[in-house]
């Protein structure tokens, strides 16, 4: 079965508003240098920006009206279901939004059909990027919202695993997943990638405070071997 087409105009006759498409842009990593052109031309044409506080300050200029995402996102998909469709709606994420954002839940109460993802670049890229090393083979893991359910011993077959963390709820799990694979694979945090207090240290277990970093953190677990 093929995709439907997006829809973008009503069809509703010569005198009716134009339907608009919501709009979900990523934001990149963090640096502003690092979002793309059609990221920055959707905010700027934007009549409602919605994001995180951190998101929405990178548009100082932008006159929309702004809704600041906070813990409570089922009530700010409901603010966006009142706004008229033939409002401007761009929501902005973090990274890309095909990885662990916010564009999950947009997209599943407005559908596919009504709105239009623009990529950007995730931190996990980013942190690739950092040590020099491709991650098309990579597990990718999130502990930024939550501990993962099962035992960190179930990625010691992968060579490259990275970890969303940034959480005081997945210290635990995060602690024994160092203690668990630091033997077979080099520990890396990376935090604030591309942001002036960027930091790219190794660790081992009796060095690892994971409910000190900060909320923008990527761990990365690679196989020794692949260093040398």
């Not at 916010?102 to 996990?124: E, H, K, M, N, Q």
């Amino acid at each position: 079965m093929g995709l439907k087409k997006t829809r973008r105009h009503s069809s509703s006759g010569s005198g009716a508003a134009r339907e608009q498409p919501i709009v979900i842009a990523g934001c990149g990593p963090g640096a502003s240098e690092l979002m793309t052109p059609a990221v920055c031309a959707a905010a700027q044409a934007a009549d409602v920006l919605v994001g995180a506080k951190r998101l929405l300050a990178l548009f100082p200029s932008v006159t929309a009206r702004r809704i600041p995402v906070g813990a409570d996102v089922k009530a700010v998909i409901e603010r966006m279901a009142a706004i008229p469709r033939s409002r401007r709606v761009v929501v902005l994420v973090s990274g890309d939004p095909g990885l662990y954002s916010l564009a999950r839940a947009v997209l599943a109460r407005f559908g596919r059909d009504a709105c239009r993802v623009i990529p950007g670049i995730s931190s996990v890229q980013a942190a690739f990027a950092r040590v020099g090393l491709s991650w098309e083979d990579a597990r990718i893991v999130s502990a930024h919202k939550a501990a993962p359910a099962w035992k960190p011993g179930t990625l010691a077959g992968a060579d490259k695993i990275a970890v969303l963390a940034g959480n005081r709820a997945a210290s635990s799990w995060l602690k024994a997943a160092v203690l668990a694979l630091h033997k077979s694979h080099t520990v890396l945090v990376c935090s604030d990638l591309t942001l002036p207090e960027e930091r790219v240290e190794e660790v081992a277990p009796g060095h690892f405070d994971p409910a000190s970093l900060p909320s923008r953190t990527v761990i990365l677990f690679v196989r020794r071997t692949l260093l040398k």
